[in-house]
């Protein structure tokens, strides 16, 4: 059974950095793809970020742009979200999901196996 286990979120200041993990069990990442999702309250889940088994990155956000990366380490089988330049609005339960292509996910709803969440809140 695929599961995904989030950790490392918090509170920041603007401007700050923060790096989440997603920990994968019953499967490897050499063979599957890990998106990054996020909501807000208020707003509906959006896309963040998508990195590929071979380690290739889709972005979903232009808002995130030059400010997040996510990158993995199949030996720690853990997919990471790294941020910088932290804003407010950057303020969401961010989440981790198996996704089957990163390039052809139209809606969050198709990714699956989703983690249980982990709050991010960036204020002064």
């Known amino acids: 059974q695929l599961q995904l286990v989030e950790s490392g979120g918090g509170w920041v200041q603007p401007g700050g950095s923060l790096r989440l993990s997603c920990t994968a069990s019953?499967?490897?990442?050499?063979?599957?793809?890990i998106g990054w999702f996020r909501q807000a309250p208020g707003k509906e889940r959006e896309g963040v970020l998508c990195?590929?088994?071979?380690?290739?990155?889709?972005n979903y956000a232009d808002s995130v742009k030059g400010r997040f990366t996510i990158s993995k380490d199949n030996a720690k089988n853990t997919v990471y979200l790294q941020m910088n330049s932290l804003k407010p609005e950057d303020t969401a339960v961010y989440y981790c999901a198996h996704v089957t292509y990163c390039s052809l996910l139209k809606v969050p709803e198709d990714a699956n196996s989703w983690g249980q969440g982990t709050q991010v809140t960036v204020s002064s």
């Open positions: 019953g499967f490897t990442l050499d063979y599957y793809a």
């Open positions: 990195i590929s088994s071979s380690g290739g990155s889709t």
